[in-house]
């Protein structure tokens, strides 16, 4: 007798009904699919003037869909088969709750990269529950009328799908058939095979691509997948450039094993030739802007300049016109800029109360005899910033919190959040703490300005949104130009308003009587993504620049440096011209910062884009992304590159520096207790 279920039919029979109904929701499923990519493309073209590049977009985005319908429909058919043969009911009601919340997660990943203009991936594990909130809150992602309209549009859905189940027919082989490419895909996942399309810019080929399929994968690697290293002791090993004398490779380490980063500190001063020498060491203030992005900052800058005090400072500056950040997002500007750490996992900030003693140039300026003070508009607490001063001794952590009841925050965004108080605030109530601060001694001053962070909502929002069509008006552009500059308004809005604060910041220093003894730095902590990105270095270059009454003169520098270069640079000079005292070991990422005018880079160093994904390393004129080469041009374009032995080179050449972090990640130190205890204010 053959074998039977429940309703008596044989078994062939149950698996043939099955496999039937199963294609038929998977179809419906795919349905789902496809008008999900039609919305995404429409809002995108209506939110972000998607022109010129519609059918190719379409079209690999159709095919990425496709590709992942098939492997999803491979993973779902292991759950729905087995609960046939039980109960086809129940069977169907997973299936549709599974599809359902599949439904909603690409809903909202594919409005988080409408706001974002980048797919979100397995970065959000790295942010606590309380730093989500408050960016999903700020950003004003979850908008009740788009809760209501999902709402609507499911109701409407659902009832489309039902009448359509019931009529599609598809026969025993056709549905085998596709039963076969399911499980097929889900084996290979063809996706993965596709090539991203050349388009004008990354945010386009980022479209392109099926938003739950990235984070699902994303997410994969984050939890199931280990580094992929290289054997740089195996016989097939390509080594390294013979010229990199200058980067993280050539370093003279002296105990790796236990201390993988600690090298001799040879880091040469390349500063003291320009400033004059005062009779007592220099206040030093460091400002790091919000989204302060190159693309739309001085000279050549893509989208136009929207800096324009900025731009006048950086003539009388030190100023760096190809600099890179290190992370794409703010919480590596800290460690990178104010202490060259290396990242570890999620970055050194996600560590929290587990993050190592270190050597950085707050301890040791405060070992010279300065103070040390960190300000900022929002809450310290957000990626654990807060810590990391408390870590390095700082004298103050003036937050939010801090700030007195007259001062007024940035507007509320429609979810009732602010990101704190805007940098007019924040530079007022700066001035007037070092008003009242000890001038026994130099201090060192860390400003984290906030204004120029998603969703824009800025004081004087209507002034600013005025200011910025008037800036396109001084900067000629045509109509199609300013078409696609009014889709970031209030993003370049907000970089006006970023931008006027620091001249308010300035005139105020120049009536003050330290003014002609201090050093100010000011960078970007990276590139605003919001605004669409034209390559893969893009998110990372900034301006850098260094100001002083205390220069002899002014220069610009078209060489590369990053974030990692400055405290080795700063303490050299120091060192040099106020006899300070310095570590002779340190774990410096950095090697210092390149004051060659011409355009080149000696460095060689690895990038976080955001906290889960370091898939980033320059090297020379090139970058690897995953395992892609890119060539950097003069004007830090990073064009695509198939020398397969350069990409081997940088490969291996990471993958070291992975072994290096992956040693610091399972507990090996960064300095040993005694420097870190001679350094360290007690």
Known sequence: MALTNVSNKPLYKILQNGVKSYVNLSICLYLVILLL?????????????????????????????????????????????????????????????????????????????????????????????????????????????????????????????????????????????????????????????????????????????????????????????????????????????????????????????????????????????????????????????????????????????????????????????????EGGRTFAVLPALLASLPFGEKGILAMGENMPPHISLMNVLQHNGYSASFYYGGDASFDNMNIFFKRNHADAINDQKTFPQDFVKMPLSQNGYTWGFGDKELYRRYFQLIQAADSSKPYFSALLTVSSHFPFLINEQQTYLQKFKDRMEYLNMDETAKAGRMNDASAFASILYTDDALKIFFDSYKKRNDFKNTLFIITGDHRIPEIAMSNKLDRFHVPFMIYSPLLKRSAKFSSISTHFDVTPSLLSFLKSSYNFGTPSLVAWMGTGLDTTRAFQNKHAYAFKQSKSEEIDFVMGSYQLHNSSLYSISQNMDALPDNDAAKAAVLLAAFNQYKQKNNRFINGAKLIPDSIYTRYTKP
């Not at 519609?54 to 990425?64: C, D, E, T, V, W």
């Not at 599809?99 to 594919?110: C, H, K, R």
Request: with cysteine; proline share 3%; aromatic share 16%.
């Open 37 to 325: 990519r039609i919305f995404e493309i429409v809002q995108n073209s209506f939110s972000h003037a998607v022109t010129g590049s519609i059918l190719k977009i379409s079209a690999f985005g159709f095919l990425n869909d496709l590709l992942f319908w098939c492997k999803v429909s491979g993973w779902l058919l292991v759950f729905y088969l087995p609960l046939y043969f039980i109960n086809y009911r129940l069977a169907r009601f997973v299936f549709v709750v599974l599809a359902f919340l599949f439904f909603v997660m690409n809903t909202v990943l594919i409005q988080y990269f409408n706001a974002a203009l980048v797919p979100l991936g397995a970065d959000v594990y790295g942010y606590t529950i309380n730093d989500i909130k408050l960016t999903v809150g700020t950003g004003g992602i979850i908008k009740k009328e788009l809760v209501i309209g999902f709402v609507a549009f499911v109701l409407v859905l659902a009832g489309s799908l039902v009448l359509i189940f019931r009529i599609i027919l598809i026969n025993s082989i056709t549905a085998l058939t596709l039963v076969v490419v399911f499980i097929l895909a889900m084996v290979i996942d063809p996706a993965r095979l596709v090539q991203r399309p050349a388009l004008s810019s990354e945010y386009l080929s980022d479209l392109t691509i099926n938003k739950a399929n990235f984070f699902i994968n994303e997410s994969y690697n984050h939890f199931f997948t280990t580094p992929n290293e290289v054997d740089i002791y195996a016989d097939n090993y390509l080594g390294l450039y013979e010229n990199t004398n200058d980067s993280l490779y050539a370093l003279h380490y002296v105990d790796e094993n236990n201390y993988p980063f600690m090298h001799t500190d040879s880091t040469p001063d390349v500063l003291s030739a320009f400033f004059n020498t005062s009779a007592r060491p220099p206040n030093i203030v460091v400002i790091m802007v919000e989204g302060l992005g190159r693309s739309y900052s001085n000279d050549a800058a893509e989208f136009g300049s929207f800096t324009p005090f900025l731009d006048s400072l950086s003539k009388h500056s030190l100023y760096w016109d190809n600099f890179l950040s």
